[in-house]
């Protein structure tokens, strides 16, 4: 029904390359938007779509809009990302990974792994860079947006966001938030649901799954101050190294620290990041070292989080020190030397109690100095010279030399990009039917296939901004002990708590996202979840 108008504009979409956080994404935003007012309706209505700026951004990227406007109010949103992660790891086969059928025959002559060989000599699927992530997902909703305004009389509307940067800080859904608050008051809209087409995950060609939420992601930041010595002289010092790994160790992969709802867990924390702060070589014990980490949540509040780790933090320290001074008897005993007391006495505190140590000690002087570091560092984000976690690092540094902390001490902070849990089970609003039960009814008759309902994508996705299950004390616990909150980083949560609606994320079946082998079921694309996703706008608008 529905392939004629895909095809082209798929592989027209994936043709154009549009790595994340580059100005590549300008090319797709410019050609998603040609197409749109290349519509009928679009054409004769050309306020209804548009493009809008995202705030403060060094690429001038855009979220790409498109509201088809009928009777009523009710709306649903439809939301995609048109950003895809760069095609370097193709290598040799880089001028052939945004041509599908080039690619396909080359990776017949290249050692794969073998279900990625079986899917290619099926003839199945389409391989490519954004095949799965999420280019087949964005011409799926851009052409049911183009039928849904070629109906007359219809009943209800049709808004449609595609939205740069999902790969990295998601910068365009963040904009989108203050878009969508927008469109509401102009046209009154009612928004009944959005509906994300990321692609699910699965290995059993009879079954397919769709999610009713998103889980949430934390990224803690752990600044260790230690006590500096020579190497020559280490019962001198304390290693915020060794107080770093033990903390590590009491989280990686710390099966206690998963949220479990039903037979869904969490994948417990992952460290990706841990190092001393030396500027340069030098025969010392480092002054600090610091780490961050991802942690996933399907419920847990940023309270629950942080609390937790300074428990955590507590232990590590209480245990470094044990082995400190265990060590330091055996060295004496070793030369026969009587020890002296140990007077390292180690501390914890969140960046909320050090920011404010600070104050009450500095006053107008260091919130006037910290204010113009914040800009600094700001720019150094704008012009990608730094990440965002070391800047919230350079943040926490900064604070603890103004009032000369002294170690042993571990700072809790937490850096963006924060993404809020969200399901439908906490929403306020809820839809009138059960998603499951009616996606089944029309798969099982249509296409015999079977839908199982999750609770959370795992992959993390913008759904996290469509809507807002939290309350003032997670807003509260985020922007105190985020380091530069407003500055180089933000949430528009007053714009978000005005979006209170269900999610779904229903998208075709991919494989190996952020793999040369990425590949996408071609049914999915041309047939299956236009005709799904099709029916269950249709019911959510007349419902």
């Known amino acids: 029904m529905f392939e004629e108008q895909i095809k082209p504009l798929f592989l027209r979409l994936v043709a154009t390359q549009s790595d994340t956080n580059t100005q590549r994404e300008t090319y797709i935003e410019e050609q998603i938007l040609i197409w749109i007012k290349e519509q009928p309706y679009f054409n004769a209505h050309s306020d209804l779509c548009g493009a809008y700026p995202v705030y403060d951004d060094p690429y001038n990227r ?41 690619l396909a025959e080359a990776l017949l002559n290249r050692k794969i792994p073998d279900q990625a060989k079986t899917d290619l000599l099926s003839g199945e699927w389409t391989f490519g860079r954004g095949v799965a992530d999420m280019k087949s997902g964005a011409a799926i909703q851009l052409v049911l947006s183009a039928y849904f305004s070629e109906l007359e009389n219809f009943e209800g509307n049709i808004l449609l966001l595609s939205v740069p940067d999902e790969e990295t800080l998601s910068r365009g859904m963040l904009t989108s938030i203050k878009l969508l608050n927008e469109l509401r008051d102009k046209h009154q809209l009612e928004y009944v649901l959005t509906l994300n087409s990321e692609p699910y995950f699965n290995r059993t060609k009879g079954k397919a799954i769709f999610y009713e939420g998103s889980v949430g ?35 990686e992969l710390n099966i206690e620290l ?34 961050y980490f991802n942690w996933l949540t399907f419920t847990r509040s940023p309270k629950t989080i942080i609390d937790k780790l300074v428990s955590l933090a507590n232990r590590s320290l209480r245990d470094t020190l044990i082995h400190f001074e265990d060590a330091y008897e055996n060295y004496c005993t070793l030369i026969g030397e009587t020890p002296e007391k140990i007077s390292l006495k180690p501390k914890v505190y969140t960046f909320k109690q050090l920011y404010e140590m600070a104050v009450d000690q500095k ?33 926490i540094d900064y604070v603890q030399d103004a009032i000369d902390l002294e170690g042993p001490a571990i700072i809790i902070a937490l850096s963006g990009p924060y993404y809020p849990h969200v399901n439908n089970k906490y929403t306020e609003n809820k839809l009138p039917f059960s998603l499951e039960h009616f996606i089944n009814e029309i798969a099982e008759e249509k296409y015999n296939l079977t839908f199982e309902s999750k609770g959370y994508f795992m992959g993390i996705s913008d759904l996290s901004y469509a809507t807002w299950s939290g309350d003032d004390n997670d807003i509260a616990m985020i922007k105190s002990n985020s380091p530069g909150w407003d500055v180089i980083y933000k949430i528009p949560f007053r714009a978000l708590s005005g979006l209170n609606m269900p999610v779904i994320n229903l998208g075709p079946w991919g494989k190996d996202l952020h793999k040369i082998t990425e590949r996408v079921y071609t049914k999915d694309v041309y047939e299956r979840m236009p005709y799904l996703m099709k029916a269950l706008i249709v019911k959510c608008l007349q419902d």
């Not at 340069?280 to 610091?290: H, K, L, M, W």
Request: include cysteine; glycine fraction near 6%; charged fraction near 25%.
């Open 217 to 251: 992601k934390i990224m803690p930041v752990l600044f260790v101050k230690g006590v500096k010595s020579h190497i020559g002289d280490p019962f001198n010092g304390f290693s915020p190294s060794l107080v770093l790994s033990d903390l590590q160790k009491k989280t």
């Open 62 to 102: 855009n979220v790409i809009w498109s509201l088809v406007k009928g009777h009523g109010n009710k709306t649903v949103v439809l939301m995609h990302h048109h950003d895809a992660i760069d095609i370097e790891e193709y290598g040799k086969l880089k001028n052939v990974a945004l041509r599908p059928d080039e």
């Open 363 to 395: 006053g107008l002087v260091f919130l006037d100095e910290y204010s113009a570091f914040q800009e600094d560092l700001n720019k150094l984000l704008i012009s990608n010279t730094i990440t965002l976690p070391e800047a919230t690092t350079r943040l």
């Open 258 to 291: 998963c949220d479990l709802i039903g037979n869904e867990a969490t994948p417990p924390p992952v460290w990706v990041n841990l190092k001393d702060r030396k500027k340069a070589y030098d025969a010392s014990i480092p002054e600090a070292a610091t780490g």
